[in-house]
């Protein structure tokens, strides 16, 4: 806490902590100087005026004091010295005034008596208030003996208690023998004084133990007075009064209280009945704010009384026969209180200073003045002193001129005494607050900045904000006489450095202090209002704001408490959440989050809420034959309004277990009128529905048994069917046991022919839903009933409900029938209905049977196809024949159908369809492709539909980019299926179309593409040696480059592959397949069956067979032939074929172990390297090897190797494969392909005519005789040297 400053006109104001700012408090109090400056004693405790002690413990009188020096105490008693020393049962606390008495085993009452404690050092002498020690007592009731007190019924009575005189006074209560306490009512009440007052008495009061308690408060006794015996007789009780008091007596009273004290008012009045009171302030109103009744409204309490509660209190008692009124003039004496107490006072040598001592009281208090506990009058004179009343002017004040001033004033009801001390110093200006105290503060709240000093004379205080602003009294800014700052509304800019001076004559002192302001906490997301089903969760949020520099504390309560300690209750950083919600967590929930300088709060309901519970006492009034009322109490809805009651009754007799919904209510209603209905055993049970669900249902209703009667309803559903020919089946759905309305259930069964004279024929059965009638003729009209008959009569007359008898057979068949042929697919065939007797049932309509018997082009005899039929409903008599194939011979017959089944067939009718467009060809295939001709075949149509009469033919060619040429026609008879056509580019795909035709014109056409052979004589020139490039033996016939038209965009057309075949040799796997595609890498891919590894690939382009070697034998493998393109991201693949290598049998000898094999290939080696050796000089002889120059002079661009920026698909080099032998050249397209080096150098020329020159190339002649030749142009033509074969070996 800060020190408070003294001002000039001794004004001060308090200080606060050092975090938390509190409003500025104007209360006055002692001024305190720092305690290392010499000032006079201070009485800081001391015990209170009247103190009563227990003599089973210690006395202990407190005083305590301060001042520089530190004070000797001294004590009077009884106005005489106290020589405590000299007592060796009192002890006094060291560095204090405080007595310790021990009174055990002494007489306690030699201690009682007025004590006065003095404070004392060479500035003054401070001395406490008279403080009386008084010993408590609990005196023992005086033995006496009660007469038995009897009455007469009605009359008043007082039991009088009257404890012994106690200090303090004792609690009185009155209890019975079993020490219960009596009943006490606006009847029976007790006193303040004690008694036990009786309004009016009755028989019940007499009992032989009234027994008053005095409980004493210090000593914690309880005495009694003897029992009083009341009995209360009934011969000749009193009648009826008015009113009257019997406390206080009279019509007017009179009574004292003390200011500040507790006004008590009691009035007990008798009469019969027993009388309502009333209070009332005449000429005022009563303090409703101080003021409350007691003892059922006979005792008006006014707590703190102040002289304006003075006055004439009026009490009324009032009961049926009249009133009765009382006035208590209250009269407010007041002991001395305090106006302005003198306070402590610093002065400077040769200042001036004045002690006030404004007190009041009633009467007047009288004011004597004192000086270090000396009467002024009997002090030394000091003329610098001047004594006015209560005031005393101190004028000039010299050092050493220190004294401690009492002010006494007293009146009859009471004293006041201060001390007050005068203090002259010549002090230099001091700080009291610390230094570098920071301040903290939330924005827009006020800000208190302190700078307790202490001087003398005192300092005048300035502030300096950031050691450079002077800051002047003025808003925002006000600085208070005790030096604080105090910032009105504080905002961010108002932070920073504040700096306080004080200065005096004798110094000057400052102080640094802080203020830093604050981002408010603020709440963003409140908690919302939940309404939630018992057993769920409940999820609150509370998303706050706050400063950062700032600790936040978040704490959840319910109902203003703490939250439940219970698992259920999860609090999560910005949310509370309660699992399995049950009843008793409903109520309010509050998030508060805490700073250490501000919080902010919000709350929300819990409503939980759970299915009704069920209703109860369920009763049945209003019983009649037909209806009764049911009425029940609902249960509790848990927080969710009922919407509905379910009404639902038990069959006992017919049903008995199964509940049934009979009605619904709604769900403010608590009756219900049933409508109940004959020769039921009802039981009722209720279930309340809220928004939440069913209630359980209640308990079941007494039963209700309503009387038998005739029945109220027919069977439903009746219908009369045959069964077969001559019978009529009556059915019907039978009534339940709850509509039979009574015992002996039976069913009045009648019939009649439609439409014949005929009486009713009836029958009754029981206990069966249907009754056969036979004999019948076959499928008439038959009138129908069927009435629900019991032991009481029958029910109402039946509705009449037609049937038919049964069916039999059509017998007639369809007549004139006639066939219009529309087109080759489409015909209308038209009959003439059966007459409707024929039918011989319900006519459900016609069937037309037809079936192709052969085509107009066959011979007799061909395969018929499956019939067909074609239903038409109703009463028809045409039809559509859709479908139809063209060019054919049909048959068809009709047939009538009723529900029985179907009738004779007509008379077989055929008729022919016209021709129509053939289907398309069978197949068509391109054979042979050479440079610029190509080979087609293909079949006929599977189906003409007609006379065959051609073929139209359709071509044009397609390059690489998919663009379509244009189109050449040709026409071929019916008996052609072949053509060969020439005069087409080489290497160039073609796309064809072909399509059958009759005379009605062509059908469907079917497509396929194929691509010639790539000129190798172009790409690949043969080279003598010392000769230029020549002309192969059998040129190929020229071809004329013309500018083509414009090409159009097209798909591909047709398979990519056809047929793949595999077959084994000694070196392996030969795979070889039908390309008609134009793609640029094709691969030979294979797989070990049922691996999981990726497939390898071989590349095998412009060839149809390769050989796959290097298999494991014993192995499965799977292989496919695969396309691709770069511009075409599709890949085309052939089916899987499955290649099984066959195991090497283990009876066979594995030669590669075998030694001569080792030696001989050991020969053969040494002869290859002496060979190639023989080779390498020659070659080194023979000058330039010319074959490369001269193919990169003559390249065709068509087969230039693909670059990069060409598109390759890099994922299908097989880069182990096509890596360079070490030393080796590289050819001229970049790779050196594996079938290369597989093939034999023989494949490239005539029977073996290929040679190696004096240079070591390899000249061969070009052939277009094999085919393979054609469909290598891709591949490198640079024939291996021995040069690179040798370098293979390095």
Known sequence: MIHPIMDRNRKWMPGFGAVLLILLSHKTSALEVP???????????????????????????????????????????????????????????????????????????????TYQCTAHNEHGTAVSNNIVIRQSRSPLWSKERNEPIVVQMGVSLVLQCRPPAGLPPPVIFWMDNNFQRLPLDKRVSQALNGDLYFSNVLPEDSRPDYICYARFPHTQTIQQKQPISVTVLNKSPMGERRPGFMTPLGITSTQMVLRGETLELECIADGLPTPEMSWQKDGGELPSSRMSFHNFKKTLKISDVNEADAGDYRCTATNSLGTAHHIIKVTVKAAPFWVSAPRNLILAPNETGILTCRVSGEPKPKISWFVNGIPLENAPVDHSRKVDGDTVILSNVQSGSSAVYQCNASNEFGYLMANAFVNVLAEAPRVLTPPNRVYQVITNNPALLHCASFGSPIPTITWFKDSQTSIKNGDPFVIHENGTLEIHVAQPLNSGKYTCIATNNLGIKENHVYLEVKEPTRILKQPEYKVVQKGMSAVFECKVKHDPSLVPTMTWLKDDGELPDDERFDVDTDSLTIKDVTDGDEGTYTCIMNTTLDQDSASAMLTVVEKPDPPTDLELTDQTERSVQLTWIPGDEHNSPTQKFLIQYEDLLHQPGVWINLTEVAGTSTTAQLNLSPHVYYSFRVLAVNHVGYSQPSQPSSQ????????????????????????????????????????????????????????????????????????TPTYVPYEIKVQAVNYYGSGPEPEVVIGYSGEDLPLSAPESVQVMVHNSTLAEVHWEPVSFPSVRGKLQGYKVYYHRERG???????????????????????????????????????????????????????????EGVPGPPSFLNVINPSLDSLTLEWGPPMNNNGRLAGYTLKYQPVNNTNELGPVKVMTFLANETTTTLGNLNSSMLYKFYLSAKTIKGSG???????????????????????????????????????????????????????????????????????????????????????????????????????????????????????????????????????????????????????????????????????????????????????????????????????????????????????????????????????????????DYGEGGDGQFNEDGSFIGQYSGKKEKDTHEGNESSEAPSPVNAMNSFV
């Open 856 to 914: 107009l082009h066959e011979t007799e005899g061909e395969t018929e196809q499956q019939e067909q039929v074609l239903t038409f409903s109703g009463n028809r008599s045409e039809g559509r024949l859709p479908g139809l194939q063209p060019y054919s011979l049909y048959n068809l017959s009709i047939r009538v159908l009723n529900s029985k089944g179907e009738g004779p067939p007509s008379p077989s009718k055929t008729f022919e369809t016209p």
């Open 704 to 775: 209700y048994r309503t009387n038998p009667a005739a029945p109220d309803e027919n069977p439903s559903d009746v219908q009369g069917v045959g069964a077969e020919p001559g019978n009529l089946v009556i059915s019907w759905t039978p009534l339940t046991g709850f509509q039979s309305n009574g015992p002996n259930l039976e069913y009045k069964v009648q019939w009649r022919q439609k439409d014949v004279d005929n009486e009713w024929s009836s029958e009754t059965v029981a206990n069966v839903s249907q009754f056969v009638v036979s004999g």
């Open 1004 to 1242: 469907p056409i079917i497509t396929e593409e194929a691509l010639t052979v790539m000129d190798t004589a172009r790409t690949q020139p043969t080279v003598e040696t010392g000769k230029g490039p020549t002309e192969p033996p059998h040129p190929t016939s020229p071809t004329t480059q013309s500018p083509h038209p414009p090409f159009h965009k097209a798909p591909p057309v047709g398979p990519v592959f056809g047929k793949v075949n595999a077959s084994l040799s000694e070196d392996g796997a030969v795979i070889s397949w039908d390309y008609f595609g134009h793609h640029k890498n094709v691969y030979v891919e294979y797989i070990v069956e049922n691996s999981k590894e990726d497939w390898k690939k071989e590349l095998v382009n412009g060839s149809h067979s390769h050989m796959i070697k290097g298999l494991k034998p014993g192995t499965s493998y799977r292989v496919r032939v695969v396309a691709r393109d770069p511009a075409d991201l599709t890949v085309h693949s052939t089916d899987e074929v499955s290649v099984l290598v066959p195991a090497v049998p283990s009876r066979q000898v594995d030669i590669a172990t075998q030694g001569w094999f080792i030696g001989l290939m050991c020969a053969i080696a040494l002869l290859i390297l002496v060979l190639l050796i023989v080779c390498f000089i020659k070659r080194n002889k023979g000058g330039k090897y010319p074959v490369k120059e001269k193919e990169d002079a003559h390249q065709d661009p068509e087969i230039q190797p693909m670059k990069e920026d060409d598109g390759t698909f890099g994922e299908y080099s097989d880069t182990e494969d096509h890596k360079p032998l070490k030393g080796s050249r590289t050819p001229s397209n970049g790779t050196v392909r594996r079938d290369e080096s597989d093939d034999s150098l023989v």
């Open 35 to 113: 305690l290392d400056l010499p000032q006079p004693p201070t009485i800081t405790l001391q015990s209170p005026k009247d103190y009563i002690f227990d003599p089973r413990e210690n006395i202990v009188i407190h005083c305590e004091a301060k001042g520089k020096p530190h004070p000797s105490f001294s004590w009077t008693r009884n106005g005489t010295h106290f020589d405590v020393e000299k007592d060796s049962k009192v002890l006094v606390k060291p560095g204090s005034g405080t007595l310790v008495i021990d009174i055990s085993g002494e007489k306690a009452e030699a201690y009682e008596g």
